[in-house]
C-alpha cells in the first residue's frame, strides 16, 4: 500500500517540500503590510482621516489573509512547516501593530490592547507546553473570537463620526469578552490535554 503523505503534530498533510505556495505566499503579504499599517497609523498626528482610512483597509486584507489561508492550505493539502510558524507570527504582527498604535494615539485603552496581546502570548505559550501532547484544535468560539476582534479593531481605526462610538465601544466589549473567555477555555483544555499525556 502505497504511503501517504507526511502529517505535522496537527495532523496535517504536508503536502509539498517548498514553502512557495499560496497560502505561504498570503502569510508572506500579512506580513509585509504590518509595516504599511504602522507607517499608516502614525503617519502625521495620526488622525487624518485619509490615511486611518487606509490603514483600515489595510488591516482589513490583512485580516482576510488571515482567514484565508490556513484553510486554504489543508483544503490544498499545501501545509509546510514555514506556514505553521509564519501564520501565528503574521497574526499577532497585524494584530499588535494595530493595537498598540490604537492605543499610542490614545483612540483605545492601553488595558485592552494589554489583556488582548497578554491572551494571544499565552495562548503561544500554552501550545508549545502541550505540543508533545498533541494540538488543540481552533474552537468556533476561537473562530468567533479572531472575527470579533477583526471588526472591533476595524471599527477603531476608520474615520467614523463620533455618532459611531458606541457602536466601537460595544465591538470592543465583544472581543475582549470572547478574547478572555476562549484564552480560558483553551488553558482547560490544555490542562487536561498535558495531563492525560503524562498519564498514558
Known amino acids: ?13 504536508i503536502g509539498t517540500r517548498s514553502w512557495l505556495t499560496w497560502p505561504n505566499l498570503l502569510t508572506l503579504v500579512r506580513l509585509l503590510l504590518v509595516p504599511v499599517l504602522a ?21 482589513v486584507v490583512a485580516a482576510l489573509t488571515d482567514l484565508v489561508d490556513g484553510e486554504l492550505a489543508r483544503r490544498s493539502g499545501t501545509v509546510t512547516n514555514v506556514g505553521k510558524i509564519a501564520d501565528p507570527i503574521a497574526d499577532k504582527a497585524i494584530t499588535g501593530v494595530a493595537l498598540i498604535g490604537l492605543s499610542w494615539l490614545g ?11 497578554a491572551r494571544e502570548i499565552a495562548v503561544t505559550a500554552l501550545r508549545f507546553w502541550v505540543i508533545r501532547h498533541g494540538v488543540i484544535p481552533a474552537s468556533r468560539g476561537g473562530k468567533a473570537k479572531t472575527v470579533a476582534q477583526i ?32 484564552g ?3 488553558a482547560v483544555r490544555a490542562w487536561r490535554l498535558r495531563r492525560a499525556g503524562a498519564s498514558s
Not at 4 to 10: F, N
Not at 107 to 117: E, F, G, S
Request: glycine share 6%; charged share 10%; net charge negative.
Open 39 to 59: 507607517v499608516l497609523l502614525f503617519s502625521g498626528d495620526g488622525n487624518d482621516p485619509v490615511t486611518r482610512a487606509w490603514a483600515t483597509i489595510v488591516f
Open 1 to 13: 500500500m502505497r504511503a501517504g503523505p507526511p502529517l505535522d503534530h496537527a495532523g496535517d498533510a
Open 184 to 186: 480560558v477555555d483553551y
Open 151 to 182: 471588526i472591533a479593531i476595524s471599527l477603531y481605526l476608520a474615520p467614523l463620526p463620533p455618532g459611531f462610538e458606541t457602536v466601537r465601544i460595544i465591538a470592543m466589549a465583544v472581543a475582549v469578552v470572547l478574547t478572555l473567555v476562549t
Open 107 to 117: 483612540d483605545l485603552p492601553w488595558w485592552v490592547t494589554i489583556v488582548i496581546l
